[in-house]
């Protein structure tokens, strides 16, 4: 059933971006106005690193981590630096036990959110029984939220698609919203298409299925108490700020990967939040630092240098810049400065430009 307010009405959404953000300070400790997607291969600790020198406020997600690869692998998938809180570890699995005890080992490790994967397309995640193929077992995500929520303090949270193949994007949608609300889950980060688990690769799964926003606006009226942030083509902030007069967050993903500059303006512009700014020299100078701080066996500069490719994205000398750390940070031999001596290279791309009257 649709969920109200005590005095039995359907509380009115709310139609401006101000009381957007103090529902959504109201919702919990974690202001969700604006996140970043949790990308497989992408948003790992390097990156989370590098983004939040950008963004004090920015909800940040681990890449997807499986249940099986915390509880029998041999690697440390769940070590963070203490500067990217907020900070939340997306989980993917099935299994309330292992579900649990991973929950339990995200708090133990400090941190702030653990977050259900109901969204990945991909065959391999299919055939492990976790991504998008649960929207169609609503019953078994609500009882990994209801056995993880007992057993830890953070907030548990889901994110989904608005459906899959043939499920209709309006009962079951509301009926899956529903079923896993009433084990204890708050919080719902939609990406809104469907995904098609039938004949399209997880590339095509984030491209070729049509957005649908009103679908998703449609659910935060019907279930108002519940925080819904919205995920999905979004490329600007003069189009986050429009879903936030519907819904409570937006969470982008590879616009911020490919133009990482944006975060920069995320804490003034939509956490309406004055702060230092970094400029993306003093960002590079800062990642210099922490790769010659990192003590991770097998760590190289590479692993924190490939994040920053599009750090000067529509800048004199970006692709001079892209290119250099290309050519020369990725291998074995790559030198340890490396971003130093790419910087160097985009400082005399604008003296060369000042020179020909250009800058």
Known sequence: ?????????????????????????????????????????????????????????????????????????????????????????????????????????????????VNINVGCPSDRVKNGMFGACLMAQPQTVAACVKAMQASVDIPVTVKCRIGIDDMDEDADFE???????????????VHARKAWLQGLSPKENREVPPLNYERVYRIKRAFPELSISINGG?????????????????????EVY?????????????????????????????????????????????????????????QPGGKMWRRYLSQNGTGKQAQPDVLIRGLEVVQQAREDMKVRGLA
């Not at 009115?12 to 959504?24: A, E, H």
């Not at 009926?175 to 980060?189: D, K, L, Q, Y």
């Not at 939040?273 to 590079?284: E, N």
């Not at 630092?289 to 599009?310: C, K, S």
């Open 1 to 113: 059933m649709k969920r109200t307010d005590r005095s039995g009405k359907i509380t009115k959404i709310c139609t401006t971006y101000c009381n957007r953000l103090t529902l959504n300070a109201s919702v919990g400790s974690i202001n969700r106005t604006f996140s970043v997607a949790p990308m497989l291969d992408w948003t790992d600790k390097h990156c989370r690193y590098f983004l939040r020198l950008m963004s004090k406020h920015a909800l940040l997600y681990t890449e997807m981590v499986t249940t099986g690869a915390i509880i029998y692998g041999k690697g440390d998938y769940l070590s963070f630096n203490e500067a990217e809180h907020p900070v939340a570890l997306q989980l993917g699995g099935s299994d309330p036990a292992d579900m649990t005890r991973c929950a339990v080992r995200a708090q133990e490790y400090g941190y702030d959110e």
């Open 175 to 189: 009926n899956f919203i529903n079923i896993v609300a009433s084990s204890g889950c708050h919080t719902f980060i």
């Open 234 to 254: 979004v490329k600007t902030f003069d189009q986050a700020k429009m879903h936030l007069e519907q819904v409570d967050g937006v969470m982008v993903g590879r």
């Open 258 to 314: 490919a133009n990482p500059y944006m975060m920069a303006s995320v804490d003034k512009t939509l956490f309406n939040v004055s702060s230092t700014t970094l400029s993306r020299d003093q960002i590079v100078l800062a990642m210099q630092d922490y790769i010659t701080q990192v003590a991770d066996t097998g760590f190289r500069p590479w692993h924190a240098a490939r994040h920053m490719l599009g750090l000067y994205q529509g």
